[in-house]
């Protein structure tokens, strides 16, 4: 049987991977011949001679902090929104709100960004209030998800003693769980305005604002030296957030 299945999986491996050249119809003789290497060679230097004229780069910079306005405001409503979506769905209101916040975070995060981006271009128009819109609406399915398991993990003595002290609901959850909780929403923040950087990139593709479309209007042109230059630019952000970002998961989460 150990003999069986260990030619009989390799085969099926090989058989899907062959049936799935043959459905999609892969040309691969011609993709890897002399004509296409060459074809592929004479695209790819044209992206070896970024576009450096200050027209080009004042365009770039205006578009690099469009993209990041639009990333650092999704991502700030994104955590508003997903920690009052976060409440009822961690237990604190009844299981009749928690199941419905968490039914309702399920539906946000299950719509990827660009259908997202997609839908509040028709509603808002061309633009970075469409990827914004997007941006926060998909976070904050993420970000209300991870601040719900956060705040059941979170321990509940602290608040019942405030409670019992006299304190409200509110009081009791902003001084017995919440400086506790903090860090952990902080470093979930972090991470999501990270992921909301590169993805904000990509939703000008769909004329949501931002580098990418710039990126777009380019390859659709054939402007691969104008293309060359977005995406050094992009790159530069995600690396100079990135950067950002750990120095402050160092200095607020885990200092």
């Not at 299945?5 to 799935?20: C, H, N, Q």
């Not at 003693?161 to 506790?180: D, H, N």
């Not at 690396?239 to 998961?249: H, I, N």
């Amino acid at each position: 049987m150990k003999v069986l299945s260990r030619y009989v999986v390799p085969l099926l491996l090989l058989t899907v991977v062959i049936g799935a050249f043959a459905f999609l119809q892969l040309e691969v003789s011609a993709l890897f011949s002399a004509d296409g290497i060459g074809q592929m060679a004479a695209y790819a230097s044209g992206f070896l001679n970024p576009d450096l004229s200050p027209n080009h780069l004042r365009a770039i910079a205006y578009g690099a902090l469009e993209t990041l306005a639009m990333s650092a405001i999704g991502t700030l409503l994104a955590a508003l929104l997903g920690l009052l979506l976060a409440l009822p769905a961690g237990g604190r209101f009844g299981l009749l709100a928690k199941g419905g916040s968490r039914l309702l975070l399920n539906g946000l995060r299950a719509v990827p960004e660009l259908v997202w981006a997609a839908l509040m271009v028709l509603a808002a128009g061309l633009g970075p209030n469409a990827g914004t819109l997007a941006l926060a609406l998909h976070t904050a399915g993420v970000l209300g998800r991870l601040f719900a398991e956060a705040l059941e993990n979170t321990p509940s003595a602290p608040s019942e003693a405030l409670r019992l002290s006299g304190s409200g609901r509110i009081c009791a959850f902003c001084y017995g769980t919440l400086p506790m909780l903090w860090p952990q929403l902080l470093a979930y923040t972090l991470y999501r305005w990270e992921n909301n950087i590169r993805m904000a990139s990509v939703l000008g593709f769909v004329g949501a604002g931002g580098l990418g479309q710039m990126l777009y209007m380019s390859l659709s042109l054939f402007q691969e030296a104008q293309a060359s230059t977005v995406i050094l630019a992009m790159l530069l952000m995600v690396l100079a957030v990135d950067a950002l970002s750990s120095w402050a998961r160092q200095r607020w989460v885990r200092g």
